[in-house]
């Protein structure tokens, strides 16, 4: 499978959700996933971009999510950013906490760390990027992020 780099950027609102996921399916298609693994993938992604609109920009509605879809040889990488003022992942509750079952939210980083191989973050002053990994190789390291 070649490598490729695609950008994306669409404005910081829900309505654009099914392209994005499509779009991150289509990604994994062509890196070679089956169908599982490109709704994984597709599902991650939206997650992803979900969190960057309500959270990321919740003082700044509106504002443009960038994706940015990297393939390589052995993995598809997916950074989503936003310009939002970051968070302290550690600080996010445990949604498994019985105090935690019933909120409305708080499952999206839970659901997201259940769909790829890898998850990881860069938050600095211009905003926070979400950063997904699926591997390609089977028996690939597996991480909790």
Do not use: Y
Not at 10 to 23: F, R, S
Not at 48 to 75: K, M
Request: net charge negative.
């Amino acid at each position: 499978m070649p490598g490729g780099l695609l950008l994306v950027e669409i404005p910081g609102d829900i309505a654009w959700l099914d392209l994005v996921q499509g779009v991150a399916e289509e990604v994994g298609r062509r890196a070679g996933l089956d169908d599982d693994g490109r709704l994984d993938l597709g599902l991650a992604v939206r997650e992803g971009t979900v969190n960057a609109i309500e959270h990321g920009h919740r003082d700044r509605p509106g504002d443009p999510v960038r994706l940015t879809f990297l393939l390589r040889s052995d993995r598809v990488r997916v950074e989503i950013s936003d310009r939002g003022p970051g968070f302290d992942p550690a600080a996010i509750p445990d949604p498994t906490d019985p105090a935690n079952l019933l909120r409305p939210s708080g499952r999206g980083l839970l659901l997201i760390r259940s769909l790829v191989d890898a998850i990881d973050w860069r938050i600095g002053p211009g905003g926070t990027t979400l950063i997904l990994e699926k591997f390609l190789v089977e028996g690939g390291p597996k991480e909790g992020g």
